[in-house]
């Protein structure tokens, strides 16, 4: 069964940084592209991130793109987002996801983690 | 950057009914659509993907259809699980980017 739990959530101020992780089980992890999305308070969600199957491409949404970088250490079979120069509108809930498809990106979503709660606050 | 507008905001219906959610986009997307299904205090869940293939699991009630800018979700007979909220959610080549509408409340009249 596919299974990702997030972690890496909290409170932090403007300005500081946070590493979220995403572990995964349930599937051979290297073969799927992976995605990162934010869920603000307002239930609004928004793509983040995406890393390639292989590593070999990354995508960004403009809010974030030169702030958040996504990485995968596949033999851990888990996900990364490092969030740098935090602001108060990146208070969401961040998900993982996977893609639906193996050895490509179909830019769907079929398997999420549950969230985790990332709040920017002085 | 194109846009998903929902309609309508908030659906009200009770079970057995026939329910139709709407999603139009600002451009044409083909048949790049998906939707979701969110319930409270959990993660979405991919219900349909390029327009109109149920994802694996999926009850044969929940069809989708459309392409272009004009698409739909319809739930046949709608049961008591199915209450919560839905997402359509698109795919674009240039700039690679994912969005998504925002979002029908699916509520028990």
């Known amino acids: 069964q596919v299974h990702l739990v997030e972690s890496g959530g909290g409170v932090v101020q403007p300005g500081r940084s946070l590493r979220l992780s995403c572990a995964t089980s349930g599937f051979t992890f290297s073969n799927y592209g992976m995605y990162w999305v934010r869920q603000f308070p307002g239930k609004g969600l928004e793509w983040v991130a995406l890393l390639w199957f292989d590593g070999s491409k990354t995508y960004y949404a403009d809010s974030v793109r030169g702030r958040f970088t996504i990485s995968r250490d596949n033999s851990k079979s888990t996900l990364y987002l490092q969030m740098n120069s935090l602001r108060a509108e990146d208070t969401a809930v961040y998900f993982c996801?996977?893609?639906?498809?193996?050895?490509?990106?179909?830019?769907?979503?079929?398997?999420w983690g549950q969230g985790t709660l990332v709040t920017i606050s002085s | 950057e194109i846009v998903l507008t929902q309609s309508p905001g908030t659906l009200s219906l009770s079970p057995g009914e026939r329910a139709t959610l709407s999603c139009r986009a600002s451009l044409s997307i083909g048949s790049y659509l998906a939707w979701y299904q969110q319930k409270p205090g959990q993660a979405p869940r991919l219900l349909i993907s390029?327009?109109?293939n149920r994802a694996t699991g999926i009850p044969a009630r929940f069809s989708g259809s459309g392409s272009g800018t004009d698409f739909s979700l319809t739930i046949s007979s709608l049961e008591p699980e199915d209450f919560g909220f839905y997402y359509c959610?698109?795919?674009?080549?240039?700039?690679?980017?994912?969005?998504f509408g925002q979002g029908t409340r699916l509520e028990i009249k």
């Open positions: 996801a996977r893609d639906l498809e193996a050895y490509r990106s179909s830019w769907y979503l079929d398997s």
């Open positions: 390029d327009a109109s």
């Open positions: 959610q698109q795919r674009s080549n240039w700039p690679p980017s994912i969005t």
